[in-house]
């Protein structure tokens, strides 16, 4: 029995150095890794930390131009408000200092029109009445024909 517990210590002892073997192994690949990751992180640093800033750059400036373009439209608003709202008061003023006194003019006016027009439609009416007694001497018949549909 004392050679069969030799024969598995031997085979102990060589596992644990062939495990031995592979953790050196994975350490040194593991160096090797670590250093290609810091290359590689130091590669990033030097080609994309600037571009990175530069967009930082840019979006603080586009933020800057944003907020100048809300002011410049916020005052722009209050302008057209203001202008809008003193064309409203200039247009009641006219309408008040000129349209008022106008008022009874335009009135008179028309007044004078509807006299006008009803003296025009007498004299119409004057003169159908003078067609009608000449009609009435020439021949009754002829005068008949303009009511015929």
Do not use: C
């Amino acid at each position: 029995m004392d050679t069969w517990g030799v024969v598995f210590l031997g085979i102990i002892a060589v596992a644990s150095v062939v495990q031995s073997a592979f953790l050196i192994g994975l350490i040194l690949e593991g160096k090797k890794l670590s250093k290609r990751v810091a290359d590689m992180q130091d590669k990033i640093e030097r080609e994309i930390k600037p571009s990175l800033d530069n967009v930082t750059r840019v979006t603080r400036n586009l933020a800057e131009v944003s907020d100048l373009a809300v002011l410049q439209a916020r005052r722009v608003d209050g302008l057209l408000a203001d202008t809008i709202e003193k064309v409203e008061e200039t247009t009641t003023l006219i309408r008040k200092v000129v349209l008022r006194p106008i008022g009874p003019l335009v009135d008179i006016a028309a007044f004078l029109k509807g006299i006008r027009r009803g003296l025009e439609v007498y004299q119409q009416l004057r003169g159908f009445e003078r067609r009608e007694r000449v009609g009435r001497r020439s021949d009754a018949v002829d005068d008949d024909e303009h009511l015929f549909i």
